[in-house]
């Protein structure tokens, strides 16, 4: 793949996601599943893959799981129509997207984030941290901010969990995740306020201005590097 010009246009954007067929789910699904959202945007909210409801829609962060989190951006200052919503996987996997499908959307990943034109991105769930800094721990992440790839990246567990879950815990540090990302997005606290100090990868002590402890700064090297052929900031 070349490099992508950053302001690709939106709508070259979801036709081509339409038309994707890179890996078998185009098959079995009604249709992929584009970014979904109007420019100037405010916030990038990255999500797994579709469900259910979002393949019969054709948008994403419909159904259960994604009206979830609307609420909550929505208490917590944000307007969730302010927001690009996308996936890392554009098509419905009916369960978790595997890694065959996760590596041929990649490209569609790339572009969908170049066309959104922003750089605050709240991951929802493992997959979508790991899409943006694979290596890194969910657990260790959440609630706080890592800066890689030009984009400032907030983690929270994915709604979906909380609804599986049903644990206060767990819906309880995604409103603190929220909370933090919201005053990110607001510029209401310095950024710097919000880097970790512990290693995102085991939660030991952060050394040398990396999220990373001294046993992980090789593996926050690699993270920093997106596999791309030609290094380029997004935004």
């Given at each position: 793949m070349g490099v992508v010009?950053?302001?690709?246009?939106?709508?070259?954007?979801?036709?081509?996601?339409?038309?994707?067929?890179?890996?078998?789910?185009?098959?079995?699904?009604?249709?992929?599943?584009?970014?979904?959202?109007?420019?100037?945007?405010?916030y990038i909210v990255l999500g797994e893959a579709p469900g259910r409801f979002e393949d019969h829609k054709g948008i994403p962060f419909i159904g259960p799981a994604g009206r979830l989190l609307r609420r909550k951006l929505k208490n917590h200052g944000l307007e969730p129509?302010?927001?690009?919503?996308?996936?890392?996987?554009?098509?419905y996997p009916a369960g978790t997207p595997n890694p065959k499908s996760i590596k041929a959307c990649q490209h569609n990943l790339e572009i969908q984030l170049m066309a959104a034109c922003c750089d605050m991105v709240l991951a929802c769930g493992g997959t979508?941290?790991?899409?943006?800094?694979?290596?890194?721990?969910?657990?260790?992440?959440?609630?706080?901010?890592?800066?890689?790839?030009?984009?400032?990246i907030f983690s929270i567990w994915h709604p979906s969990f909380i609804l599986q879950s049903k644990s206060k815990a767990?819906?309880?540090?995604?409103?603190?995740?929220?909370?933090?990302?919201?005053?990110?997005?607001?510029?209401?606290?310095?950024?710097?306020?919000?880097?970790?100090?512990?290693?995102?990868y085991c939660g030991g002590t952060a050394s040398e201005d990396t999220p990373a402890c001294r046993k992980h700064l090789k593996t926050w090297r690699k993270d920093s590097t997106w596999n791309r052929p030609q290094q380029m900031k997004l935004v």
């Open positions: 010009d950053a302001s690709l246009n939106l709508i070259e954007v979801r036709d081509e996601i339409r038309a994707c067929t890179r890996c078998p789910l185009h098959q079995i699904v009604k249709a992929p599943v584009p970014i979904s959202g109007t420019l100037p945007t405010k129509d302010e927001a690009m919503y996308m996936n890392v996987v554009s098509c979508a941290l790991h899409s943006l800094v694979p290596h890194a721990q969910l657990k260790w992440t959440q609630g706080s901010m890592v800066e890689v790839h030009g984009f400032k767990i819906d309880k540090q995604v409103d603190s995740g929220i909370a933090a990302f919201s005053w990110a997005v607001k510029a209401q606290v310095p950024s710097d306020w919000l880097k970790h100090s512990y290693c995102i």
